[in-house]
């Protein structure tokens, strides 16, 4: 399959200061949270293809936690657009794909609609680090979803050296402080010289950064919302891949100022 690309860039994490900054947190309506764009037919087929022949790769689900993963499909159901459709057959994405809705667990359910990779983390007590316990995963940007399921963020996170002791205390109160119809979210922005969506990577081999510009941006939207009925959190990542030409002459500029290097960058 040819690699799948975006034509703009429609935020940029390093236009201000607020994005800027780790973890450059802002909050976010509900209506908001979902988006589709004109990568959509290209990542949606790709993510039918990594669902069909590496399953166990990119999907997992904990043994306790079905009830979350219910409630992210009902959430993703409640939030698509109207370019979907539903019928007694299931529901009928933009780009002409019905997905049974029963046929499988309901998370994957989930992100055979979406473009989104959906990942759910469940705090053991408050202050407590949230682990996360099941995922469809199907765009990692150099990590593996065998390494980390399971895991307190704290884990998670230790490649990124970006992610100390006091960035850890931060994010656990981030999660503490998550409340039901009022999401947050950030976006980070990596230098890429492969385009390709799906990236697993393992931590004995951490992604080394290239020292000069590549061809590619890799930006992920990260989005996290409180499920008001489990309480566990889902974490949205919205994947964008495009050449740095199709960014906005005033992207470019800022970058000149801002590279990718900036503190607000994740690995």
Not at 118 to 128: D, F, K, M, N, Y
Not at 256 to 264: N, R, S
Request: glycine share 4%; aromatic share 6%; with cysteine.
């Amino acid at each position: 399959m040819e690699h799948v690309l975006h034509d703009r860039l429609p935020s940029a994490p390093w236009m201000q200061p607020a994005t800027r900054r780790l973890p450059g947190v802002q909050p976010l309506g509900m209506a908001d949270w979902l988006i589709r764009d004109e990568a959509f037919p290209g990542q949606m087929a790709l993510r039918d293809d990594l669902i069909a022949t590496r399953r166990d790769a990119v999907f997992r689900a904990g043994p306790d936690t079905r009830a979350a993963r219910a409630e992210v499909l009902a959430l993703v159901l409640k939030t698509l657009d109207d370019g979907y459709t539903r019928d007694a057959r299931g529901v009928t994405r933009p780009d002409g794909v019905t997905v049974d809705l029963d046929a499988d667990d309901p998370l994957l359910v989930a992100g055979r609609l979406v473009q989104a990779d959906l990942c759910i983390l469940s705090s053991p007590a408050p202050g407590q680090d949230p682990v996360l316990t099941d995922a469809i995963l199907c765009f990692p940007a150099s990590w593996t979803l065998a390494e980390k399921i399971g895991h307190p963020l704290a884990r998670i996170h230790v490649p990124v050296a970006s992610y100390t002791e006091d960035m850890a205390r931060r994010v656990r109160r981030l999660f503490d402080a998550l409340r039901p119809g009022q999401p947050l979210w950030r976006q980070n922005a990596l230098l890429y010289a492969d385009p390709a969506l799906y990236q697993p990577r393992p931590e004995v081999q951490p992604r080394v950064t290239p020292a000069a510009r590549p061809d590619y941006l890799r930006s992920e939207r990260q989005v996290l919302i409180r499920l008001p009925d489990t309480g566990a959190v889902l974490f949205a990542i919205h994947t964008f891949v495009l050449p740095f030409a199709a960014l906005t002459p005033d992207q470019m500029a800022a970058l000149e100022v801002h590279p990718i290097e900036y503190a607000g960058r994740s690995a």
